[in-house]
C-alpha cells in the first residue's frame, strides 16, 4: 500500500452522500478563495461554508492543505482530460482552427474564475507536485506534442516535447497576463495567443490566427483582485 502524503485526502468517499459532502468541502473552498482570498480559507469557514461540521471535515481532510491540493489535482485532471478530448475531436482539421479550440477552451476555463485560478497555480507552487499532478502535466504536453506531430509537415521545426511545453508556457503566460490586468474581452485574447502561438510554430499563411490590433485588448484596472 502507497505511504500516504500529508496533503492526501484522509478517505475517499464511496457512496452518494459521502461525495455530495466531500464534494461540498472543495466547492466551498473555491467559493472562499474567489471571494475572499487565501486567508479566509480555513477549516472553520470552509466547514461553515459547505454547512457541515468541522468534524464532518475533518473525516475526509486532516487539513486545509490537503483540501488545497485536491482542488488543484481535479482542476489539472479535467484540463489534462479535456485538452485530450479536444485533441481527438478535432483530428483532421487544419492547425490554426484546432489551436483555436485549445486557445478557446483556455481562455474560458481562466476567465471563468480567473482569481480561483491564479491562486490555484500560486498554491501549485506552493505545495509543489505529486503523481497525480506529475501523471495531468504528461498528458497535457503529450496531447499537445501528438497534435504537432500530426502537423509536423506544416511546422519550422520538429514537433518535439520541448516545443509542446514552449507553447503551452507561451498560452499560459499570455493568458495569465491577460486574465491579471483585467481584459474583458476573451476573443481578442484567443486571437493574440494563436497568433502567438503559430508565429512561434513558423507556420505561414495563417491570417486567421494574426493578432488583433492592440488599441483592442482593453484594461479596466491595473491589477484583479
Excluded: C
Excluded at 88 to 108: E, F, N, P, S
Amino acid at each position: 500500500m502507497p505511504r500516504r502524503r500529508a496533503n492526501d485526502p484522509r478517505k475517499t468517499p464511496r457512496q452518494s452522500r459521502s461525495r455530495d459532502t466531500y464534494d461540498a468541502v472543495l466547492e466551498a473552498t473555491a467559493r472562499i478563495l474567489e471571494t475572499k482570498g487565501l486567508e479566509a480559507a480555513n477549516t472553520n469557514a470552509i466547514a461553515e461554508r459547505a454547512g457541515i461540521s468541522v468534524g464532518s471535515l475533518y473525516q475526509y481532510f486532516p487539513g486545509k492543505q490537503a483540501i488545497f491540493a485536491e482542488l488543484i489535482r481535479r482542476s489539472d485532471a479535467a484540463t489534462a482530460e479535456g485538452l485530450a478530448t479536444l485533441v481527438a475531436a478535432t483530428a483532421g482539421q487544419d492547425l490554426a482552427t484546432r489551436l483555436r479550440a485549445l486557445v478557446h477552451a483556455a481562455v474560458a476555463q481562466q476567465f471563468a474564475r480567473p482569481r480561483l485560478a491564479r491562486t490555484l497555480e500560486y498554491l501549485e507552487a506552493a505545495l509543489g507536485a505529486d503523481e497525480a499532478l506529475v501523471a495531468a502535466d504528461e498528458r497535457i504536453v503529450a496531447s499537445v506534442e501528438a497534435l504537432l506531430r500530426a502537423h509536423g509537415h506544416e511546422l519550422a521545426g520538429p514537433p518535439t516535447k520541448v516545443v509542446a511545453r514552449d507553447m503551452l508556457w507561451i498560452a499560459k503566460g499570455m493568458i495569465d497576463g491577460a486574465s491579471f490586468v483585467g481584459e474583458t474581452d476573451p476573443a481578442q485574447v484567443e486571437a493574440r495567443v494563436v497568433g502567438a502561438l503559430l508565429g512561434y510554430l513558423g507556420v505561414r499563411g495563417a491570417g486567421s490566427g494574426r493578432a488583433p490590433d492592440a488599441r483592442g485588448a482593453r484594461t479596466v484596472r491595473a491589477r484583479s483582485g
